[in-house]
Nanobody
Framework: QVQLVESGGGLVQAGGSLRLSCAAS????????MGWYRQAPGKQRELVAG???????NYADSVKGRFTISRDNAKNTAYLQMNSLKPEDTAIYYC??????????????WGQGTQVTVSS
C-alpha cells in the first residue's frame, strides 16, 4: 500500500500562483510515477501533469508554460508549481501515484484531493 498526503491549494486571484505538494509513503517501488489530475464541477477528471521516477514529465496542453511539475525522490514528494492561474484552472486537484512493475503491471493510488479556486 502507498499513502499519499497532499498539501497546498486554496483561493487565489487570476494571475496568481499556488504550489501543490504530494508526499508518498509506504510500498514505494523504484520505478514509479506521480502527478495530478483535476476535476471541475460537471466535467470529467483530466490529467494535469505527471513525472516519472526518472524525471520524465508530461503536461496537459492547457497548462504548458504555466505549470511546472518536479519531484524530490529522496522524499518521495512531487510538487506542482502553478503560475499565471486562470479561473478555468478552478477544480479539485487529485494527486496520483503508481508503481510500475513492467508492461501492464502497476498499482495505482490517489490522494484525497485539494481544492484550487481562481477568482477573476
Amino acid at each position: 500500500q502507498v499513502q499519499l498526503v497532499e498539501s497546498g491549494g486554496g483561493l487565489v486571484q487570476a494571475g496568481g500562483s499556488l504550489r501543490l505538494s504530494c508526499a508518498a509513503s509506504g510500498s514505494i517501488f523504484s520505478s514509479n510515477a506521480m502527478g495530478w489530475y483535476r476535476q471541475a464541477p460537471g466535467k470529467q477528471r483530466e490529467l494535469v501533469a505527471g513525472i516519472t521516477s526518472g524525471g520524465s514529465t508530461n503536461y496537459a496542453d492547457s497548462v504548458k508554460g504555466r505549470f511546472t511539475i518536479s519531484r524530490d525522490n529522496a522524499k518521495n514528494t512531487a510538487y506542482l508549481q502553478m503560475n499565471s492561474l486562470k479561473p478555468e484552472d478552478t477544480a479539485i486537484y487529485y494527486c496520483y501515484y503508481y508503481n510500475d512493475y513492467g508492461p501492464g503491471r502497476s498499482s495505482n493510488y490517489w490522494g484525497q484531493g485539494t481544492q484550487v479556486t481562481v477568482s477573476s
